[in-house]
């Protein structure tokens, strides 16, 4: 059984963040010992107001096991009451809202800060600076740093899983210079800049067509299989080694691997191996695959 973590035991995270980066993060701050609150505004005909409660109650239900929801207009002197006397009582604050919003609702940093000054504020924007108060989305910022290549759908949410991640890294920025200065601080996180963060590796040439985790290494693809699909991720040259060793495929020098007759030769290879003849090789003879049904 996995031991839970006490990294952030004792520490108190509000979030009044909505959708998937904010309760992402908090989440992971929840998995990391801390003690988690979320307001939402009140319920809607008996369902969440959060939207991921509305149309994926599962996830919705997955990001918030061991959180404590409560429920407050904003906009009222009651939910204004209820939210500062949570907030007399937390460490670090998680928003997903544009700074105008944020300033309507009289939780512009600098009030924050004067009536709750050990309290730190992480804001959870589509794009930093002067153009958080731009509307996007998960798919709109992986299109702008250069990952939506083709006319399909990324396979995930890259930029608000990324996004999250950073926000609960900010948490931890923010109880580490608290922890100097004995006063809170503010944290942006961008979606778009976890998207670009994500996308180094291609603006780097990596993972485009001619890089080596692109597909122009032989020994790093995806093939085809006699019952399936292979993840090959034979890369390093003494897995390709292995590789070339039980295909049959000599290694004449350094560029063997990107060579039009290996990656024909790897192809025919697999293609006449079953899912489970594979598994067994790797296992066998120390090489990185993982196979699929389809």
């Not at 209820?82 to 919003?101: C, G, K, M, N």
């Not at 930029?159 to 109880?175: I, K, Y």
């Not at 079953?274 to 598994?279: D, G, K, P, Y």
Request: proline share 6%; aromatic share 4%.
């Amino acid at each position: 059984m996995t031991q839970p973590h006490t990294t952030l035991q004792g520490t108190r995270v509000l979030s009044l963040a909505l959708n998937l980066p904010g309760p992402a993060a908090l989440m992971r701050c929840q998995q990391l010992g801390a003690s988690c609150t979320k307001l939402e505004p009140p319920p809607r005909h008996g369902v969440s107001a959060d939207p991921m409660g509305a149309y994926n109650p599962q996830a919705y239900a997955v990001m918030h096991e061991g959180v404590r929801v409560i429920h407050a207009d904003l906009k009222t002197a009651e939910g204004q009451a209820l939210l500062h006397a949570e907030l007399a009582q937390t460490d670090v604050l998680i928003t997903s809202f544009r700074p105008s919003a944020l300033h309507k609702l009289g939780m512009a940093w600098d009030s924050l800060a004067a009536r709750h000054p050990r309290l730190s504020l992480v804001e959870i924007v589509g794009a930093p600076g002067e153009r958080a108060e731009e509307p996007g989305h998960d798919l709109t910022y992986l299109a702008e740093a250069g990952l939506v290549p083709g006319l399909a759908l990324p396979a995930t949410l890259f930029a608000d899983m990324a996004g999250a991640l950073q926000a609960s890294e900010a948490v931890l920025q923010c109880l580490l210079e608290r922890a100097r200065s004995g006063a809170g601080t503010r944290r942006e996180v961008a979606l778009s800049e976890a998207a670009r963060w994500l996308a180094l590796p291609r603006h780097w040439g990596l993972t485009r067509p001619e890089g080596a985790v692109g597909g122009a290494h032989a020994g790093y693809r995806m093939y085809r299989c006699a019952d399936g699909r292979v993840a090959l991720a034979a890369l390093e040259p003494h897995f390709a080694a292995a590789l070339c060793q039980q295909a049959g495929i000599a290694i004449t020098g350094a560029d063997t691997l990107f060579s039009a007759a290996t990656h024909s030769a790897v192809a025919q290879f697999l293609a006449g191996q079953t899912r489970a003849a594979l598994e067994q090789m790797a296992q066998q003879h120390d090489v990185p695959l993982f196979t699929l049904a389809d």
